[in-house]
Each structure stands twice: as C-alpha cells, then as structure tokens.
C-alpha cells in the first residue's frame, strides 16, 4: 500500500526557509493530490496547501505569502517550502495524500494515508 | 484558526458509548461532507470517517459518523482502552477554499 515519508532538516533558523521532501512509495504520485498538514506542539491540525501531480497548488490563505509546493514526478515526490520562519513555525509537518468524493473538485476531500510527520524547530 | 468546535476533553468506560460533537457554519459542515482522524498518542492523525459516515476498509465498526445541518458527531461504541486518543474533524471551507481542522477532542478511557 502506499507510504509517506518526510526528510528535511530538523531545526532551521529564524528568518531562513524550511525545506522539506515527502516521498511516495508503493503507488506513483500520478493522479493524486498530494497534501501538507502541521501541528504545532500540544496544538491542533492545520492544513498547509496542496499540490495535483501535473503542478497546480491551492495554499492556506494565512501562509500563502511564504509558502511553495512543488513535485517531481520522476522521482514520486513533492516538497514543501516555508520562508521567513518564526519560531510559530515549529511544528510537526505531516504530507498526506489528498483525496475527494469528485474527480473534478475538491470539496469534501479527506487525507489518507498519512506520513509519520517531521518536527521542525525554527530555533538560532 | 479554527472554526470547527470540538469539546477539548471527553472520557468515558470500557464497554461505553460515547460521542463527540463538532460544530460549524454554513461555508464549512453546512455545505460539505466531514472526515474524523483519529491520532493516536506519539503517532500521525489516521482517517477514522469520510464523507460524513463512510469507514475506510480497517476501521471497526464501532466507530459512527453523522451530520445535521451545521454540526457533526463522531460515536464510539464499545469503548476500548486502545480508543485513548485525540480525535479531530475536519471539512472543506468555502471561504478558505481549503479543508478545516476542529481544535480536537482528548478522549480517556476510564
């Protein structure tokens, strides 16, 4: 069955980018729209953006200005990038795979399965 | 951010029926379907519910959806220790045009 897994570094300064990669295994990439999700320590859930195989995005309005999704099919991942950090940034990032009722949109879409998730410290 | 409400804590006995609420407006549950995850302590969020009372193949049947109008609930029938998790619900917001999380519910199993 398919699997998720994120790389990336673990601690990332204030100001600076967090880059992370989510690796799909056992199924292609193709097809699928794909998902980031964080949770800050002891918080709730909060969805990040998502990305279709063949390159669109949609992004959180409140991230939007400092987020990029972005995929490489040959290699069955997508990636995540966050500027101008904050120590608000520090959290657990989850990919998912992002699925819906309807081939045509989005509404109603549900994140099965999900990666182990990734804590990021924005911390100098 | 968010606007889906879920009791922070519910709990209840081996062998129980419990529920969790989650409640809404009219851009999110009112005009969408509703997915629960369930996160077990130390791991990822699992999907429990989609599409309001749908399980993926796997999950007991002990576990219920529904939705009225703006709010939602998850129940738990024949509660188990391994039930002790946070439970979150979620739905498609047309004024994010993007999906919502609740601010989840600590379920203890007494």
């Known amino acids: 069955q398919v699997q998720l897994q994120e790389s990336g570094p673990g601690l990332v300064k204030p100001s600076e980018t967090l880059s992370l990669t989510c690796t799909v295994s056992g199924g292609s990439i193709s097809s699928y729209y794909w998902s980031w999700i964080r949770q800050p320590p002891g918080k709730g859930l909060e969805w990040i953006g998502y990305?279709?195989?063949?390159?669109?995005?949609n992004y959180n309005p409140s991230l939007k200005s400092r987020v990029t999704i972005s995929v490489d099919t040959s290699k069955n991942q997508f990636s995540l990038k966050l500027s101008s950090v904050t120590a608000a940034d520090t959290a657990v990032y989850y990919c998912?795979?992002?699925?819906?009722?309807?081939?045509?949109?989005?509404?109603?879409?549900?994140?099965?399965?999900w990666g182990q998730g990734t804590l990021v410290t924005v911390s100098s | 951010q968010s606007v889906l409400t879920q009791p922070p804590s519910a709990s209840g006995t081996p062998g129980q029926r419990v529920t969790i609420s989650c409640s809404g407006s009219s851009s999110n549950i009112g005009s969408n379907t509703v997915n629960w995850y369930q996160q077990l302590p130390g791991t990822a969020p699992k999907l429990l519910i989609y599409s309001n009372n749908q399980r993926p193949s796997g999950v007991p049947d002990r576990f219920s959806g529904s939705k009225s109008g703006t709010s939602a609930s998850l129940a738990i029938s024949g509660l188990q220790s391994e039930d002790e998790a946070d439970y979150y619900c979620?739905?498609?917001?047309?004024?994010?045009?993007?999906?919502?999380f609740g601010g989840g519910t600590k379920l203890t199993v007494l």
């Open positions: 979620a739905a498609w917001d047309d004024s994010l045009n993007g999906p919502l």
């Open positions: 990305i279709y195989y063949s390159g669109s995005t």
């Open positions: 998912a795979r992002d699925l819906a009722p309807s081939a045509v949109a989005r509404e109603g879409s549900w994140f099965d399965p």
